[in-house]
């Protein structure tokens, strides 16, 4: 309902630059005329626009100062972006002598600091842990978020609309108000320490569910209609027509559950006292409070956490910001 | 079965949709709106866990009334949220605005600036710690020391600790905004811009009539998601000041922290669920207030 709020403001605020602009246009005529000439001029107010203007439609960005500083300002802003994730890694090829100093190619690279860290062998384990964790998690948001959302989308039953508002409102309620009973409930079940535990509260998202839902809507009722006719059942149709239609959404659920889960952090801290059933930042924090003030060995913890996050995206990059996109503005 | 056959299709998909969201409703009831209730009535309980739960009123919440420390987390949590996100709003705006106008290595830089949004809150959390260390350690100071001005202390400050906490959580987020305003730039049509450029229009007046004013949906989304994201910080809080959770002197501790520490180590279940209660009329207020204001203009 929120997207399709902001949709419609959306639509809303089209029409109305529209008449705006539309006044502005008649009003404007006669400097727009007076200004024709102008037009050829190169460094014109209205040249400089269909410069910039020609640059957002794809054509080669004009070659003037402007763009170059632009882009050279650009440049640096993004190489301060990853001076942190930059610095993390060249950290944890120095020896301690070299913490101190500012360069950023380490000046005796050593591979020390990771057999030092992964000699006692937990951070292969806390990494385990972490990915069958996401990887379960995942699996169910993208079974159960896109049945739910087919059936709401293409079914028609008495108490849809109750379903529908009741998952909705779901979305308000913050994780932090539901760690306590969950902790409790954890408690009484003998889900603390355990993968269940870990895993229950996210086996199923409101968010998903509403992003599918809103991608089956671009489902042609026909299809399942002809699928119908031609004998198949309801799950049949959901599972063989329905889904590989909607594999982007799919594919755009599925990363950000998996990166949702992979960073996971207050609920695995709470419900896992046994260091063997840490997820990987749980595992991480601990870690770094052992370690105290060696850094180096610190860095390299946060690099192994993040390496393998780095290097499947500079695999799937086009396609996780393109997913990226898409749940940020269709949930 | 032989029922099933006879029912007409419109039932028939009565029934299928039920089986289908068997198992969902369950799972809503029993892990949504159970721990919900839950919650809220823990919030009118006294329990520290061992003990039996007894009934306490509004005594919890008059607890947190009078409770200095709360107000302090109170205001820190909104100093979170009010400098969070139009920091963050207008440096992504700013940067995906020029990026878009930019072909060259298009890609490759939108890649450097969403790559932190990739990396794992915690591993940033101790990377930027160890940027914020005093002299000869930590890498701010070391650069500042190199350039010959006095080192800043981050983390030991009451006043610097929590705007240096934020700045990562400002940063992680950063990619993420540019790339959906980014999405939402390209999505304004070609021919405002076309009867701008015709008018001959100066580029601010393009940027405040045009630009704004249509990616007021994109704005809207990114307000109250950060916003949500802010009221919420606790993994760097919790990983940049371990030592002393939420310090210095409380000046650094969130709300959500502040929960955290009156359930899972002082046991004090009721008084932590009031505090929850709390958190969710926070966030309801503000982010119904931001829609109400935002959609209005």
């Given at each position: 309902m929120a997207a399709t709020g902001i949709a419609n403001s959306g639509i809303a605020n089209t029409g109305i630059a529209n008449t705006g602009t539309a006044a502005e246009n008649t009003a404007a005529i006669d400097a727009a005329a007076a200004d024709a000439g102008g037009l050829g001029a190169k460094h014109s107010a209205a040249g400089l626009l269909a410069s910039k203007h020609r640059a957002t439609t794809r054509s080669p960005a004009p070659r003037n100062t402007a763009q170059y500083i632009r882009w050279l300002?650009?440049?640096?802003?993004?190489?301060?972006?990853?001076?942190?994730?930059?610095?993390?890694?060249?950290?944890?090829?120095?020896?301690?002598?070299?913490?101190?100093?500012?360069?950023?190619?380490?000046?005796?690279?050593?591979?020390?600091?990771?057999?030092?860290?992964?000699?006692?062998?937990?951070?292969?384990?806390?990494?385990?842990?972490?990915?069958?964790?996401?990887?379960?998690?995942?699996?169910?948001?993208?079974?159960?978020?896109?049945?739910?959302?087919?059936?709401?989308?293409?079914?028609?039953?008495?108490?849809?609309?109750?379903?529908?508002?009741?998952?909705?409102?779901?979305?308000?309620?913050?994780?932090?108000?539901?760690?306590?009973?969950?902790?409790?409930?954890?408690?009484?079940?003998?889900?603390?320490?355990?993968?269940?535990?870990?895993?229950?509260?996210?086996?199923?998202?409101?968010?998903?569910?509403?992003?599918?839902?809103?991608?089956?809507?671009?489902?042609?009722?026909?299809?399942?209609?002809?699928?119908?006719?031609?004998?198949?059942?309801?799950?049949?149709?959901?599972?063989?027509?329905?889904?590989?239609?909607?594999?982007?959404?799919?594919?755009?659920?599925?990363?950000?559950?998996?990166?949702?889960?992979?960073?996971?952090?207050?609920?695995?801290?709470?419900?896992?006292?046994?260091?063997?059933?840490?997820?990987?930042?749980?595992?991480?924090?601990?870690?770094?409070?052992?370690?105290?003030?060696?850094?180096?060995?610190?860095?390299?913890?946060?690099?192994?956490?993040?390496?393998?996050?780095?290097?499947?995206?500079?695999?799937?990059?086009?396609?996780?910001?393109?997913?990226?996109?898409?749940?940020?503005?269709?949930? | 079965m032989k029922q099933y056959r006879q029912l007409s299709i419109a039932h028939k998909q009565i029934v299928w949709a039920w089986a289908f969201l068997a198992v969902p409703v369950v799972f809503y009831v029993w892990i949504r709106f159970y721990p919900t209730a839950n919650a809220i009535v823990l919030s009118f309980q006294d329990w520290n866990l061992l003990g039996s739960r007894s009934w306490a009123g509004f005594a919890n919440y008059q607890k947190l009334m009078n409770d200095p420390v709360f107000w302090i987390v109170f205001k820190n949590t909104f100093v979170y949220l009010l400098l969070g996100t139009p920091i963050s709003l207008l440096v992504s705006f700013v940067v995906a605005y020029h990026l878009d106008k930019v072909r060259f290595m298009h890609g490759f830089i939108r890649a450097l600036y969403f790559l932190p949004f990739l990396t794992s809150t915690v591993a940033m959390a101790w990377v930027w710690r160890w940027f914020y260390q005093p002299v000869p350690i930590g890498l701010f100071n070391n650069f500042l020391a190199s350039i010959g001005i006095a080192q800043i202390a981050f983390l030991n400050s009451t006043t610097n600790a929590l705007p240096a906490i934020l700045a990562p959580a400002v940063w992680a987020g950063l990619g993420f905004q540019v790339i959906i305003f980014m999405a939402g730039l390209r999505s304004i049509p070609q021919t405002f811009y076309e009867a701008a450029r015709i008018d001959g229009v100066s580029w601010w007046t393009t940027l405040v009539e045009i630009t704004l004013p249509l990616l007021k949906p994109t704005i809207v989304f990114l307000v109250v998601f950060s916003s949500i994201g802010f009221l919420r910080i606790f993994d760097h809080v919790f990983n940049m000041t371990t030592n002393n959770p939420g310090g210095p002197l409380n000046s650094t501790k969130p709300l959500v922290l502040m929960i955290y520490d009156t359930a899972f180590n002082g046991y004090d279940m009721g008084y932590a669920a009031a505090q929850t209660v709390v958190l969710f009329a926070v966030l309801l207020v503000v982010s119904l207030l931001q829609l109400r204001i935002l959609r209005a203009r």
């Open positions: 300002l650009l440049f640096i802003g993004g190489v301060l972006m990853v001076m942190p994730i930059a610095y993390m890694l060249s950290t944890s090829f120095k020896y301690p002598h070299e913490l101190y100093n500012l360069n950023l190619i380490p000046e005796e690279p050593t591979i020390e600091n990771y057999t030092y860290v992964l000699e006692d062998g937990r951070f292969y384990q806390w990494f385990a842990n972490s990915m069958i964790i996401a990887t379960i998690t995942t699996v169910s948001n993208v079974l159960f978020d896109s049945l739910v959302g087919y059936t709401l989308c293409k079914f028609r039953f008495p108490g849809q609309y109750i379903v529908f508002i009741a998952i909705l409102s779901t979305l308000m309620i913050p994780t932090e108000m539901l760690v306590i009973p969950w902790y409790l409930m954890s408690k009484t079940f003998g889900w603390l320490d355990s993968y269940w535990g870990i895993m229950f509260p996210g086996l199923m998202t409101a968010f998903g569910t509403f992003l599918m839902k809103q991608f089956f809507e671009t489902v042609p009722d026909d299809f399942l209609e002809a699928a119908r006719i031609d004998g198949l059942n309801e799950l049949q149709i959901w599972w063989t027509v329905a889904m590989p239609l909607v594999k982007p959404a799919l594919a755009a659920l599925a990363i950000f559950v998996f990166l949702g889960n992979w960073t996971a952090f207050i609920w695995p801290l709470i419900v896992t006292n046994d260091q063997a059933l840490y997820t990987l930042p749980v595992g991480l924090t601990t870690f770094s409070v052992e370690q105290q003030v060696e850094w180096e060995l610190i860095m390299t913890g946060a690099a192994l956490a993040t390496i393998p996050t780095l290097i499947v995206f500079l695999v799937f990059q086009r396609f996780i910001i393109r997913g990226v996109v898409m749940a940020g503005i269709k949930g | -």
